[in-house]
């Protein structure tokens, strides 16, 4: 019923660019805010960015201010995840997820939300 697909992962030099996209389906998109979180190997998941339903506010992890920027387009249904100057520290799985608390500012915490893709393999080579 509620989906989540992300895209546009792969592989990409360091200082180079990538935009994830993030499509949900089966829930009223505009009224949930959004967030992207990544696992590295060895690693547990941690808060990327995040961005309230109207788009309103957003957050960041202190590791990508400045380099990411997070959006969304209602009428599409969509996140997107712009990721600039990508060093090998950001290679991961990231993942889309949605949270329906209809609250206009952002949670950084993933139990926190309701509904998860299925993520998006980025690779920094170094």
């Known amino acids: 019923q509620v989906q989540l697909v992300e895209s546009g992962g792969g592989l990409v030099q360091a200082g180079g660019s990538l935009r994830l996209s993030c499509a949900a389906s089966g829930l009223p998109f505009s009224s949930y805010s959004m967030g992207w979180f990544r696992q590295a190997p060895g690693k547990e998941r941690e808060f990327v960015a995040g961005?309230?339903?109207?788009?309103?506010?957003?957050a960041y992890a202190d590791s990508v201010k400045g380099r990411f920027t997070i959006s969304r387009d209602n009428a599409k249904n969509t996140m997107y995840l712009q990721m600039n100057s990508l060093k090998s520290e950001d290679t991961a799985v990231y993942y889309c997820?949605?949270?329906?608390?209809?609250?206009?500012?952002?949670?950084?915490?993933?139990?926190?939300?309701?509904?998860w893709g299925q993520g998006t393999q980025v690779t920094v080579s170094s």
């Open positions: 997820a949605a949270d329906r608390g209809f609250i206009g500012w952002v949670k950084r915490s993933g139990v926190a939300y309701d509904y």
């Open positions: 961005i309230s339903y109207s788009a309103t506010n957003t």
